[in-house]
């Protein structure tokens, strides 16, 4: 167990025949542990999180790829990013957005898929003009820009990456 304190809110683990996922809490502290079932660690995160008042709810994400390379020019031209791609060793990789809140990875224990959490992006411009990369790079529009109906919160459209995975965008 990560967590020794005795101020500990709670433990969980979950496992299937391969990994298990282990959360632990203490006080503002978040661990999150992935072990393989032989033993092997493959991956661990720390998230702190403000118990007041929160700035962000979603503090990392992690969009799965088949091709990393396809994946991490698809990003990097649809929002204007400049992703720099990591080596993690055992086959994992992932390339990080700038604004340190997620990345494109690539593991043999993530797919893509249209069928998961959604997840919804800034666009860097306009819905129309990141529609439009999204089109050139191989990705499709699902829902069309589409006014949000509560005043004041803008728009949003949902497509498909170059990976199957899909994206919502937010203006």
Same mark, same amino acid.
């Given at each position: 167990m990560l $967590?020794?304190? =005795?101020?500990?809110?709670r433990d969980e683990s979950r496992s299937d025949e391969k990994i298990t996922v282990a959360f632990h809490f203490c006080e503002d502290v978040a661990f999150i542990q992935f072990l393989q079932?032989? @033993? %092997? !660690? /493959?991956c661990s995160r720390i998230l702190t999180f403000k118990t007041e008042e929160m700035e962000k709810f979603v503090a990392w994400v992690e969009i799965p790829s088949a091709? /990393?390379?396809r994946a991490v =020019? /698809? !990003?990097g031209s649809?929002? =204007? %990013? #400049? %992703?720099?791609p990591i080596d993690c060793g055992n086959g994992e990789k992932m390339a $990080? /957005? *700038?604004? @340190? #809140? @997620?990345?494109?990875? !690539?593991s043999q224990? +993530?797919? *893509?898929? #249209?069928? @998961?959490v959604l997840v919804s992006l800034a666009v860097p411009d306009s819905i129309e003009a990141t529609i439009l990369r999204i089109e050139q790079g191989k990705g499709k529009v699902i829902i069309p820009k589409t006014k949000i109906e509560a005043e004041g919160m803008g728009y949003f459209? +949902? $497509?498909?990456?170059? #990976?199957?995975? =899909?994206i919502g965008l937010y203006e």
């Open positions: $967590c020794h304190r =005795k101020d500990a809110r079932n032989d @033993g %092997l !660690y /493959f091709d /990393f390379d =020019k /698809f !990003y649809v929002f =204007k %990013l #400049e %992703l720099a $990080c /957005f *700038p604004t @340190g #809140e @997620g990345a494109v990875v !690539y224990h +993530v797919r *893509p898929s #249209e069928n @998961g459209a +949902v $497509c498909m990456d170059s #990976e199957d995975n =899909k």
